[in-house]
Structures are given as C-alpha cells and as structure tokens.
T-cell receptor, first 112, second 113 residues
Framework: ETGVTQSPTHLIKTRGQQVTLRCSSQSGHNTVSWYQQALGQGPQFIFQYYREEENGRGNFPPRFSGLQFPNYSSELNVNALELDDSALYLC???????????FGPGTRLLVL | AQSVTQLDSQVPVFEEAPVELRCNYSSSVSVYLFWYVQYPNQGLQLLLKYLSGSTLVKGINGFEAEFNKSQTSFHLRKPSVHISDTAEYFCAVSGGGSYIPTFGRGTSLIVHP
C-alpha cells in the first residue's frame, strides 16, 4: 500500500473531448509525476510538479497539462483527446530530493 | 540521456524454479536503479532499489538484484518462484541530478504450475 490514490479508476471518452484525472498522496509527498502507459509498454514520463509548478516535462504536446494544489494533490488534464491517448495513466509521488517514487493504481482511459 | 533495455519480453518458468529477469542500462553518470512489479490491472509496486553501497540488493517477496557497473546491468533474480509472481516487471534508471526514472518496456513473468 503506497498511500497514493487516483480517480477515477476507469473512464471512457470520445475523440475531441477533454478529461481530468486526479491524484492524491496521504504521506505528504510534495512532488508528483504523471506517466502514460500504453498497452504492452513501460510508463512514459509526461511531467512533474513541485511547489505547484511544472518541474520537468517529457515528450508530450501542450494539450497535456497539469496542476498541483497546496495539499500536494494533482490533476492531469488532456484536451482534444485522440484515439492514441487510450492508456493507463499513473501518478507517482515522492519527496523532493528523494530518489524513490510511489505509484498509484492508475486510471485507465479509453478514447473511442 | 539514460535508457533501459529489458532483454526478454516474456519469461515462462515452472513453479519453484529459479528465474532471472535481465536489465541493461545506458547512462553517462552515476545511477539509481529500480525494479517495479505490476500485477494485472494495478499500478507499479517497488520491489527493490540500488542507490549506492553493496551491489547485491534484496527486496520484497524474495527477490534480489545485483548491480554490475562494468556490464551496466541490474538483473533481477528469485531462487524459487510461485504462481503469484506472475506479473509484469519493469526496470528503471535515474540519476545525474534527476530523480525522474526512465523505464524499460517490461518483462512478463509467467509462472506455470
């Protein structure tokens, strides 16, 4: 049990719609990272938030955006959904300056 | 830039047999290395990690891994597997001032009775 929760667990959207995924940590981890895991692949880094600001970004377009709140919870927003956005979205929490990330159970997004 | 290669996409093994899952990494700086396990329809759970010190690292569920700097490898081993070890295993590397890990594509461990 990592103490990291994500909601919703599953989501179905249609192409062109927008989606918001949520992540929270019970352990006071102040850094949050988001990953996209396509079927049969390893997690791909989307971005990281620390102190409510983006602190690093992977190779994802601007329609992927995020927020971090003062209580360290976080949102991932995806606009103009495409079929290839169908994936498991994972958030990972850690303390700044620490090397270990703790993952939530993920949100499985299906875009039709 | 860092990269991770997991040499086997799938490893079938019989219950109570030993297993080794292979991982090689590429990095120009000192590294932190991780193994995560993912059970069906779940997130990633940390099995073990190498940060520094002893090259043999012991983790949960009877798994261990050995860091070999000269061969840039971090292979995962278990002397006797159980059916419940059937899962996807991911090797990851971070370092060089970044704590954001790069993941391999995963190895599917399939334990047969």
């Amino acid at each position: 049990e990592t103490g990291v929760t994500q909601s919703p667990t599953h989501l179905i959207k249609t192409r062109g719609q927008q989606v918001t995924l949520r992540c929270s940590s019970q352990s006071g981890h102040n850094t949050v990272s988001w990953y996209q895991q396509a079927l049969g692949q390893g997690p791909q880094f989307i971005f990281q938030y620390y102190r409510e600001e983006e602190n690093g970004r992977g190779n994802f377009p601007p329609r992927f955006s995020g927020l971090q709140f003062p209580n360290y919870s976080s949102e991932l927003n995806v606009n103009a959904l495409e079929l290839d956005d169908s994936a498991l979205y994972l958030c990972a929490c850690q303390l700044a300056g620490q090397e270990t990330q703790y993952f939530g159970p993920g949100t499985r997004l299906l875009v039709l | 830039a860092q990269s991770v290669t997991q040499l086997d996409s799938q490893v079938p093994v019989f219950e109570e047999a030993p297993v080794e899952l292979r991982c090689n990494y590429s990095s120009s700086v000192s590294v932190y290395l991780f193994w995560y396990v993912q059970y069906p329809n779940q997130g990633l759970q940390l099995l073990l990690k190498y940060l520094s010190g002893s090259t043999l690292v012991k983790g949960i569920n009877g798994f261990e891994a050995e860091f070999n700097k000269s061969q840039t490898s971090f292979h995962l081993r278990k002397p006797s597997v159980h059916i419940s070890d059937t899962a996807e295993y991911f090797c990851a590397v971070s370092g060089g001032g970044s704590y954001i890990p790069t993941f391999g594509r995963g190895t599917s461990l399939i334990v047969h009775p």
